[in-house]
């Protein structure tokens, strides 16, 4: 069992930036896959960024893309997504989520983190 716990989220103003974290209880963080999530008011929860066990390798969503970093730092069992260039339109409820590289059905999930971007 893992547990996720993100951290990080906040109001900032448009073109602003936040670093949010998602901590995981479970020694063995090396061994997951991890996504970042948003989900805004009345819209379905899509990806935003992922990055392998390694860290050797990331994804973003275009919309995303020169904006936002994903990195991980595997002996504190945490990953980040730092923000820049924050828009209006990034605001929603961020979530991590894990899947074990061993076993693609074992997933978890964070209780998500807000972020709004408004003036």
Same mark, same amino acid.
């Given at each position: 069992?893992?547990?996720?716990?993100?951290?990080?989220?906040?109001?900032?103003?448009?073109?602003?930036?936040?670093?949010?974290?998602?901590? !995981?209880?479970? &020694?063995?963080?090396?061994?997951?896959?991890?996504?970042?999530?948003?989900?805004?008011?009345?819209?379905?929860?899509?990806?935003?960024?992922?990055?392998?066990?390694?860290?050797?390798?990331?994804? =973003? !969503?275009?919309?995303?893309?020169?904006?936002?970093?994903?990195?991980?730092?595997?002996?504190?069992?945490?990953?980040?997504?730092?923000?820049?260039?924050?828009?209006?339109?990034?605001?929603?409820? =961020? =979530?991590?989520?894990?899947? &074990?590289? =061993?076993?693609?059905?074992?997933?978890?999930?964070?209780?998500?983190?807000?972020?709004?971007?408004?003036?």
């Amino acid at each position: 069992q893992v547990q996720l716990v993100e951290s990080g989220g906040g109001l900032v103003q448009p073109g602003g930036s936040l670093r949010l974290s998602c901590a !995981a209880s479970r &020694a063995a963080f090396s061994v997951f896959f991890i996504h970042w999530y948003r989900q805004a008011p009345g819209k379905e929860r899509v990806p935003v960024a992922d990055i392998t066990p390694d860290g050797g390798s990331t994804n =973003y !969503a275009d919309s995303v893309k020169g904006r936002f970093s994903i990195s991980r730092d595997n002996a504190k069992n945490t990953v980040y997504l730092q923000m820049n260039s924050l828009r209006p339109e990034d605001t929603a409820a =961020y =979530y991590c989520h894990a899947r &074990a590289l =061993y076993n693609p059905s074992e997933t978890y999930w964070g209780q998500g983190t807000q972020v709004t971007v408004s003036s």
